[in-house]
C-alpha cells in the first residue's frame, strides 16, 4: 500500500453500526490526522457506544441533526 502524507477528511455513514464503527477505529489508528465526519441515522442498529473509545478526537464529526 502507498501512503502519501496528504491530511484526508472522510465522510462515513452508517459510522455506528458494525463495519463503520471498525472502520472508524482503524482509520483513525492508522491516520490520525486525517478527520472523519460519521453521518448515520441512529436506527436500532447504531449504537454510539461503539465509538466511545474516538468520540473525543479532534478529527471525530458526529452532526446530530439528521
Ligand atoms: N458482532 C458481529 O459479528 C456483528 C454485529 C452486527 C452486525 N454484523 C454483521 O455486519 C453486517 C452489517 O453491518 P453494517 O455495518 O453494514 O450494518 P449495521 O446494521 O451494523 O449498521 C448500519 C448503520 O447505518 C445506520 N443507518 C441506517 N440507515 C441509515 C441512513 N439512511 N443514513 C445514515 N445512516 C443509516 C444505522 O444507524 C447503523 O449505524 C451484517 O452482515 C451483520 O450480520 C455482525
Not at 502507498?2 to 477505529?25: A, E, H
Not at 448515520?40 to 473525543?56: P, S
Amino acid at each position: 500500500m502507498v501512503y502519501y502524507n496528504i491530511i484526508m477528511k472522510l465522510l462515513v455513514t452508517g459510522g455506528c453500526g458494525f463495519i463503520g464503527s471498525n472502520f472508524i477505529r482503524y482509520w483513525f489508528a492508522n491516520h490520525p490526522q486525517d478527520s472523519i465526519i460519521n453521518l448515520d441515522k441512529l436506527t436500532y442498529a447504531g449504537n454510539l457506544e461503539n465509538l466511545k473509545a474516538i468520540e473525543a478526537n479532534p478529527g471525530y464529526h458526529l452532526p446530530s441533526h439528521m
